[in-house]
């Protein structure tokens, strides 16, 4: 790691206290940094935070002693650490003593990526951020070796958590970049400082801080606040509110898109547009596109390209990666290799195979849209459909209206057996019984107040032999938002599948 003892001095606001030894080895390189002690490595930097339920300040005994670290940053003082956990003085090392740990880390972040000379690709969206980051970083591995945020390391924890880990053999950088606020992406922005900024929509998340669609289209492009003034923007050209944006620092963006009446309609300055699509259900999609970037010496070349993760918008996604691989030098071989090779991963509409059912496990993140997408999804199924919905959060002042809509979508999309979980999803329960009692296709509706009266219904179900909740041969939907800890279900149908 490319980062020294003096520039971290340098870069934290805070009163230094190295040992005589550091001091006479300022250039001294650690090997890395982390709020994790159980991370802490051999010559690494520990960030000692005091969180909700365990305080960082604890373990500064073990990773000095056990774990060899080279720096503490630390809010406490020794002789505080000292009174609050008996930790002895004497067994501290170099340490900088700031008021806030994670300001720190966010100022480590921004400073190591400034030693960076690799191009770093910065995503964010209402919609799709993840699935677009591991196509992109997919496709981009092709040529490259890629570092890529992991999990949901895509905010102001996360973002600089994940840029501290780029080492030297990285040679491009892929930072997933989520917010639900006004101010937040122009710190992550200033952090990461991307070269190419993807925007894959602007849609009906965090509505509770951010008020309307204009307000999440000003919050999402504080992207461009801090990147690369001559760096590249690439925006889904379908999107009404993406669309508007004609020119971010005297550059015009380019657009990803889809136009599957021949290319005729596709928005001018479209690098990639999508002009036929097969439909090849859960097996994903056979897509037909064109590519587009003379000064990349790609010239209207089309493409016929397997999409292996299923549903339309994973096409969509595909082509935001064929985007990002033309402006970082990939040749169309490479591009075409790349999206072909895209696998899923868990809680991300991940086919799961049991053995007397098929799930879905979207279980990561919901929203309305990502909610009624996944539920198309499901209907691409053969044969009976089930879905298990649970809370959406940060909907803001409309969250009833947006639950009912969704019950009402999946009612109304002939979805067999309808299970809504928590308070809020009562509004999904109520507009999906309306329209049963409309005359409805769905077999069962049903409404459990937690995430564990669901389980208990589903473990009886499946123990007593009944198996009328998710008879043998259904194909399951699992989402609702991460609070929701929707994992659990799926390791429970899991359990129950051995």
Same mark, same amino acid.
């Given at each position: 790691?490319?980062?020294? *003892? !003096?520039? %971290? ?14 001091? =006479? ?9 982390? *709020? ?15 969180? #909700? ?11 000095? #002693? ?19 956990? @008996? /930790? ?14 994670? %300001? ?25 951020? /993840?699935?677009?980051?591991?196509? %992109? ?13 992991? @999990? ?5 924890? @996360? ?5 501290? $880990? ?11 970049? @989520?917010?639900?606020?006004?101010? !937040? ?6 952090? =990461? ?18 008020? /309307? ?11 461009? $606040? ?15 509110? *993406? ?32 002009? =036929? ?25 089309? %493409? ?13 996604? =595909?082509a935001a990666a064929a985007n990002v691989a033309m402006l970082l030098d990939l040749s169309v071989n490479e591009i075409v290799t790349g999206i072909e090779a895209m696998k899923p991963i868990s809680g991300r509409n991940n086919i799961v195979k049991l053995q007397d059912m098929l799930m879905i496990d979207d279980c990561y993140n919901a929203n309305p849209v990502s909610m009624k997408s996944s539920i198309d999804l499901l209907g691409l199924a053969d044969g009976c459909t089930a879905v298990i919905l649970g809370d959406m959060f940060e909907l803001g002042t409309d969250e009833a209206a947006l639950h009912a809509s969704v019950g009402q979508y999946a009612a109304e999309k002939g979805i067999d057996y309808i299970y809504c979980v928590g308070a809020l999803s009562k509004n999904m329960y109520d507009a999906a019984k309306e329209v049963f009692e409309k005359g409805g296709k769905s077999t069962q509706i049903m409404y ?5 009266? *669901? ?12 198996? !009328? ?9 699992? $989402? ?17 599948? $051995?």
């Open positions: 790691m490319n980062f020294t *003892l !003096e520039d %971290i001095a340098k870069a934290v606001e805070g009163t230094v206290f190295y040992t005589d030894a550091d001091k =006479a080895d300022m250039k001294a390189c650690v090997t890395g940094v982390v *709020l994790d002690s159980r991370l802490v490595t051999e010559g690494g930097v520990f960030i000692a935070q005091k969180g #909700e339920r365990v305080d960082g300040h604890s373990y500064i005994k073990q990773v000095f #002693e056990d774990k060899k670290a080279r720096l503490v940053i630390t809010e406490k003082t020794p002789e505080e650490v000292e009174k609050e956990f @008996g /930790t002895s003085v004497s067994s501290w090392g170099s340490y900088i003593l700031v008021k806030d740990s994670l %300001i720190a880390l966010k100022q480590l972040g921004k400073a190591y990526r400034e030693k960076l000379a690799i191009p770093v690709v910065g995503i964010t969206g209402s919609v799709g951020k /993840t699935s677009t980051k591991e196509f %992109i970083a997919g496709v981009l591995s092709q040529k490259y070796s890629v570092l890529w945020t992991q @999990g949901n390391y895509n905010n102001e924890i @996360g973002v600089p958590l994940t840029l501290l $880990k780029i080492r030297e053999e990285h040679e491009v950088a892929v930072i997933e970049m @989520g917010i639900s606020d006004f101010g !937040e992406m122009t710190r992550l922005s200033e952090m =990461a400082q991307p070269d190419i900024a993807v925007i894959t929509n602007i849609g009906q998340c965090h509505l509770e801080n951010l008020g /309307t669609r204009d307000g999440i289209l000003k919050a999402k492009t504080e992207i461009f $606040k801090h990147m690369n003034p001559n760096g590249n923007v690439c925006l889904f050209g379908c999107d009404d509110k *993406l669309i508007t944006v004609s020119d971010v620092h005297g550059h015009k963006p380019y657009f990803f898109s889809e136009d599957l009446n021949g290319g005729a309609n596709a928005p001018a300055n479209s690098a990639v547009t999508i002009i =036929a699509c097969e439909d090849k259900k859960l097996l994903g999609s056979r897509a037909e596109m064109v590519l587009n970037m003379p000064d990349k010496g790609i010239n209207n070349v089309n %493409i016929t390209v397997n999409v292996p993760l299923p549903g339309h918008h994973m096409v969509i996604n =595909a459990f107040d937690t995430r564990d009266n *669901l389980i208990a219904g589903i473990r009886e179900d499946f123990e007593s032999g009944r198996r !009328e909740m998710l008879p043998i041969g259904v194909n399951v939907l699992v $989402k609702a938002s991460h609070g929701m800890h929707f994992e659990e279900v799926v390791k429970l149908l899991t359990e129950l599948e $051995k």
